[in-house]
């Protein structure tokens, strides 16, 4: 698959005075993996955001080849902070409203997902119950073992414990080699087997 999402000459101002970066180029390029670096405020979830669609440059170009922007949204999936999860679901049913719109990677069934992230015994309980841990996995599960050409992940090991953040490194070196992984993090632990590429942003 030829695929490449590209930044040509990008700039970004928040509330026409905080200029977060300008003048910026760089090419991701599937099925590579890649980190965002910087400081806080620098402007890294922001960019993740631009290269998602859903946020605009101010100034510059995000090029996307291989794929029309129309298209483009049922090629990705995104795991950040800043998204809430549906609470009032439990996991069965918010893995399974998921995966109505973004296709599981096969052999894999929801009972398997819930499994591999340690929820199998509590499939019934809602989400808003759950220890921030928990959901972590359950965000971080569904956008993983989607079967779609870009993951981007927005300081993806956030609330996980030691085993938590081991299965997500296994996942991402297993699960997701053919696939583009975008991630934006300082953390060395986040960021291990992510070596195709780093941009660093400053401030």
């Not at 029309?68 to 399974?96: C, G, H, Q, R």
Request: with cysteine; charged share 20%.
């Amino acid at each position: 698959m030829l695929l490449k999402i590209q930044i040509e000459n990008g700039t970004k101002v928040w509330n026409h005075q905080q200029k977060l970066f300008e003048h910026l180029n760089f090419c991701f390029e599937f099925p590579k993996k890649y980190a965002i670096r910087g400081p806080n405020g620098s402007g890294k979830s922001t960019l993740l955001k631009i290269l998602a669609g859903l946020t605009p440059l101010t100034q510059g170009s995000l090029i996307l080849e291989g794929i029309s922007k129309k298209e483009f949204y049922k090629s990705i999936v995104i795991v950040a902070p800043w998204m809430d999860i549906f609470e009032e679901y439990n996991p069965v049913e918010f893995l399974t409203f998921h995966y109505n719109f973004k296709p599981i990677k096969k052999p894999l069934n929801i009972s398997d997902i819930l499994e591999a992230i340690g929820l199998q015994n509590h499939v019934s309980k809602r989400i808003d119950i759950f220890s921030s841990g928990m959901k972590q996995r359950l965000k971080l599960a569904q956008a993983l073992y989607s079967d779609v050409p870009i993951i981007f992940l927005d300081e993806p090991t956030m609330n996980l414990d030691a085993l938590g953040v081991q299965w997500y490194l296994d996942t991402i070196k297993n699960t997701c080699k053919n696939q583009m992984v975008i991630v934006s993090s300082n953390l060395e632990s986040e960021l291990l087997g992510i070596d195709d590429g780093s941009l660093l942003l400053k401030i």
